[in-house]
């Protein structure tokens, strides 16, 4: 039987990295319109600073919350999670 908090979680995680990954659309088309000769303005250098903190945090949650479910479903080999562990994933 599904577990419907887990499913809940696994949805709820994926909007925000999807949220987080589409926030970062509209100061890339500021960056990409920028002339290579002149610098990225202090305001775009801000938001890039703000929304790829989000936009990593995002993911690392939703791979964490994946691993767990890997794990709890013993589909994910112990050298894997291993490395998961050192790479500061928690459950």
Do not use: P
């Amino acid at each position: 039987m599904a577990d419907v908090t887990e499913l809940e979680a696994l949805k709820a995680s994926l909007r925000g990295a999807r949220n987080a990954a589409e926030a970062l659309s509209g100061v890339a088309g500021r960056v990409d319109a920028t002339d290579s000769h002149t610098d990225v303005s202090s305001g775009d250098l801000d938001d890039l600073q703000r929304l790829t903190l989000a936009n990593a945090i995002a993911a690392q949650a939703l791979r964490g919350l994946v691993e767990s479910m890997l794990k709890r479903r013993g589909k994910l080999d112990q050298d894997a999670a291993e490395e998961s562990d050192a790479a500061g994933i928690d459950e």
